[in-house]
């Protein structure tokens, strides 16, 4: 008997990028009709309000119950980059306001950031700059991780908040998180981590990692896009960013997108599932690095000496312009990608592989594969094969002077 997809496929595609987005769990795909039942306005006291504030607070306390958190300490946000927004942004808002008295870093005006975070993280401290915080960035390596003696040395009593993020999303590297928010926490400042890649790749439990803020993002954990979790540490204070209703707590204001928060709900049912998942990704990964070490020459992968999430490969393929490369896999029907696919379409190198100190020309022959709980073994062996034909056929075209 075949046994159904745990996502929904494609027949056309191969789908290798699950760290851009994930296919839709089929259950999630086929609750859609009875979650959409509940379009009443969770905030309403009256019947039609009441089963989408039961969604909502079931949700809360399943999504609590996968992270280990309380399900108060949940702030339900639009997304991953809403999230880190929020965190970050919030944090200054409150400083700024003096809601922040009870933490304690009153008066501090200095940030660190990693210099492998998301876009989201970035912008958001590149704002605080220009705000007139002293903000700096914490150095990676080249095996991938991060410079914990800068950070030691970048670490002092005017530090107000730290952003490391919990796994790249790049390259799958997995930074010591209880270690620097034990660190952050000795000279009394915040600690937010952007768990956007964790769900559903790691193991993990939000209080064991001490952290005072996570962001994380539906749509990287096969439910619906447009909806994400700031948590928020109980006793912490955070300035809304979108002002109106009283909803979250006053901390994000808007009706609440009941539909895509059940979905999301819905993915918690799977907790007892993960570590099987992790060591199937692993096994596929590790497979599909072998092969490709064994039959493209020159192959190297970015981070390998690092601890790194079990479904990810960013791997330089000398030789070969990583946007060909993608375009050709498409042609055959595999999804993959360079880079952060928020970056797609820009010409210029991953400043994630830059700032690990790749040169140009490595960076910009990388390609990043990311395995999801659907993958199978015959999808990576297809994956081979696609790409050592494409790498050979672009190989040839560069040594005969035609590829640019
Ligand atoms: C590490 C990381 N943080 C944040 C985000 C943004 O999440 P969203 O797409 O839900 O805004 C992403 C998505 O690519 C990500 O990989």
Redesign the pocket.
Known sequence: MKTQAFTLTQENIIYLDH???TPLAQSVFDSIPEWSRHWGNPSSIHLAGRGPKSVLRDARKQFADLIGSHPLELIFT???????NLAIQGVLHALQTGQLKAAKIEGRKKLLYSAV??P??VQAMQLAARLGFDVQTIPVLRCGRIDMEALKSLLDESVALVSV?Y???ETGNIYPVREIADLVHGVGALFHC?M??ALGKAEFNIKELDVDFA?F????FYAL????VLFCRTGLVLESLIQGGGQERGRRAGTENILAIAALAKMSEYKSDILKHLGEMKVLRDDLEAQMKARIEGVLINGEQSARLPNTTSAIIPGVDGESLLMNLDLKGFAVSTG???SSGNPEPSPVLLAMGLSRAEAQSSLRVGLGWGTTKEQIDAFVEALVEVTNRLRSLDQEGQYV
């Open positions: 760290n851009a987005t639009s997304g991953g980059s809403e999230s880190n975070e998301h989201s993280v993020m796994a790249n999303n952007d956007v890649q962001s993002s539906a749509h990287k896009k447009g909806c994400g952060a696919a928020c």
